[in-house]
């Protein structure tokens, strides 16, 4: 890659190295994440949406630790991407300030990733409040050198990028634009029809229902996602879910 060529055009070379006549629109977030990372001095990135309160999508990442990283988050319904989501602020934090303001996803993302550090910065302009780009270091000094600067620049051509491809592409308004049925995405869609289902054999409201699923797939060791998967898939009964009830999926 051109070393003289200014950030903008690095990021753009770095996009289209990555399309192909068989690249799918769904995957558009993954090459978007896949071009951050090759441009910013960082060791992963993600992105995802936030639809409503507790409806938090992702839609790409970078590599399969990035993935994870935000469906820990969503696991434990707590972390910098959901901040900056929500207050559309900068969140930095290392691993002390982890510790300290979200202990539970503190534990998980040191013993299932190699981060100790996250840039979250909200989406900005067409998406504004809307979601946000996670950027992770395996070392924590890291951090606070980041040029904030070139990352938010990089964060609006991120935005940029989607809302066009949002406008020159046709879809459903049930559905929403083509990246917002990324594999990921499809994935945590698993997630509402578990608290449904969990809803109705509790005899919960959904937000609870939501409240068991997290709290079992963080004592199983598992992801929300994946546990929803099981529920959704019929091999976990969500009656069993609750309690000293609860069993292994079949």
Do not use: K, N
């Not at 068989?22 to 960082?42: G, I, K, Y």
């Not at 309160?53 to 707590?78: I, K, N, Y």
């Not at 303001?101 to 067409?126: M, N």
């Not at 608290?195 to 068991?212: F, K, P, Q, R, Y």
């Amino acid at each position: 890659m051109d070393s003289g060529a200014t950030l903008a055009e690095r990021f753009r070379a770095a996009l289209s190295e990555q399309a192909t006549p068989e690249a799918l629109p769904e995957l558009l977030p993954q090459r978007l994440s896949r071009a951050v990372a090759r441009v910013l001095p960082v060791d992963g990135v993600g992105i995802s949406v936030r639809v409503d309160p507790d409806r938090h999508f992702p839609l790409g990442a970078s590599d399969a630790h990035s993935g994870l990283a935000e469906r820990l988050q969503f696991t434990v319904g707590a972390g910098p991407c959901l901040q900056a989501s929500e207050a559309r602020q900068p969140v930095f934090v290392v691993a002390q300030d982890m510790a300290r303001r979200w202990p539970a996803f503190h534990d998980l993302l040191l013993s299932r990733t190699p981060y100790r550090g996250i840039v979250a910065l909200p989406l900005r302009r067409g998406l504004a409040g809307a979601g946000a780009i996670d950027l992770y270091f395996r070392r924590a000094d890291e951090v606070p050198v980041l040029d904030v600067f070139a990352a938010m620049t990089i964060g609006d051509l991120v935005t940029a990028t989607l809302a066009e491809a949002a406008v020159w592409s046709s879809w459903e308004e049930t559905d929403g634009p083509r990246w917002l049925q990324s594999p990921s995405a499809r994935h945590r869609a698993g997630v509402w029809r578990a608290m449904s289902m969990t809803s109705l054999a509790l005899g919960v409201e959904t937000d609870e229902a939501l409240a068991v699923l997290r709290a079992q797939a963080y004592a199983r060791g598992r992801t929300v996602d994946d546990l929803a998967a099981d529920v959704v898939d019929g091999r976990l009964d969500p009656r069993e879910v609750f309690g000293d009830g609860a069993t292994e999926p079949r």
